[in-house]
């Protein structure tokens, strides 16, 4: 039998923040799109489930010593490229409604959060970044298990599996963390173009890799793409391709705060969020993950 999932978006914490989009600092962009899954499908419920999963959240952040989410405001707009319900929508036509929605609300002075769906959004969602930020580079830090540097996957340029091959050619600096799957094409571009990554199996020997990492980031502004299967997957289970071995919880979030201290943090999305019927770890730990990005950007403006 098929899990049912909500049908309906609901606001981030909606029970306990009033949603109002001209005073909210942050908009969470729920994009459930799914077209290139290659192993585990179910990422087109990514969004819902996360909403859903976010009403459990205390909005009293411990580590912060604040109600984060009353302070600074959070509006969670409409879905968008929505492949739910056998709904068919081309990967240019997703890169151009990400790339517009994006630019749009970056365009008013939102912090912006994209919630998915696969990996390949990013590609649309750096787009608008980087035609609003033209002026100076920014840095794409990915916290994945995987490269995603093919040049094409299954006859596709817009594969999931493609995603950072793309950012690349954009000729925007990256910075990869936690990977520890990729093929010999992407081994041998991270050899002749000098990549920047962070492999897992080196975090987990070297106490020192937060700092060479965070040394590594040579621009003012990043940008931060999180495909959840970079984090271990005894924590969360619920990714499409889920890698032994990954980032623990402590460590992520030490890490990323670290990063909107050091740097400015443009934007944030996160990624792949595949549910598994009878659980709700998967969810509830990146609507928890969420929260957080959300309160290190608050502490980090000032908000």
């Not at 081994?187 to 937060?210: C, G, H, S, Y």
Request: hydrophobic share 40%.
């Amino acid at each position: 039998m098929s899990a049912i999932y909500p049908t309906s978006l609901l606001q981030f914490i909606g029970s306990e923040i009033e949603p109002d989009y001209t005073t909210a600092k942050v908009v969470i962009v729920p994009i459930p799109y799914e077209a290139t899954t290659t192993y585990r499908r179910g990422c087109v419920n990514g969004p819902a489930v996360l909403l859903d999963a976010s009403q459990q959240l205390e909005c009293y952040d411990e580590e912060l010593d604040r109600e984060t989410g009353l302070e600074v405001g959070i509006y969670t707009h409409e879905a968008i490229a929505d492949t739910r319900n056998g709904k068919q929508v081309s990967p240019l036509d997703m890169l151009k409604f990400t790339q517009e929605t994006l630019e749009k609300l970056v365009s008013d002075g939102k912090f912006v959060i994209a919630i998915g769906g696969e990996h390949s959004i990013t590609n649309g969602i750096v787009k608008a970044y980087k035609k609003l930020y033209f002026d100076e580079p920014f840095t794409v830090i990915q916290i994945d298990a995987h490269g995603d540097l093919r040049y094409e996957y299954e006859g596709s340029i817009y594969n999931h599996a493609c995603v950072m091959r793309r950012i690349f050619e954009m000729g925007l600096p990256t910075v990869q963390i936690g990977i520890r799957a990729i093929c010999k094409e992407e081994a041998d571009l991270i050899k002749e173009k000098n990549l920047t990554v962070f492999r897992a199996r080196e975090i987990a020997i070297q106490p020192d890799w937060m700092e060479r990492a965070i040394a590594s980031i040579q621009t003012k502004r990043v940008f931060l793409t999180i495909d959840l299967d970079g984090i271990d997957p005894t924590l969360i289970p619920g990714v499409g391709t889920p890698e032994p071995g990954g980032l623990n919880w402590y460590s992520l979030t030490t890490f990323l705060r670290r990063i909107f201290e050091l740097h400015e943090v443009v934007g944030c999305d996160i990624m792949e969020l595949a549910p598994i019927t009878d659980s709700v770890v998967s969810e509830f730990t990146a609507a928890k993950l969420v929260y957080k990005l959300i309160g290190y950007q608050a502490l980090a403006q000032g908000w």
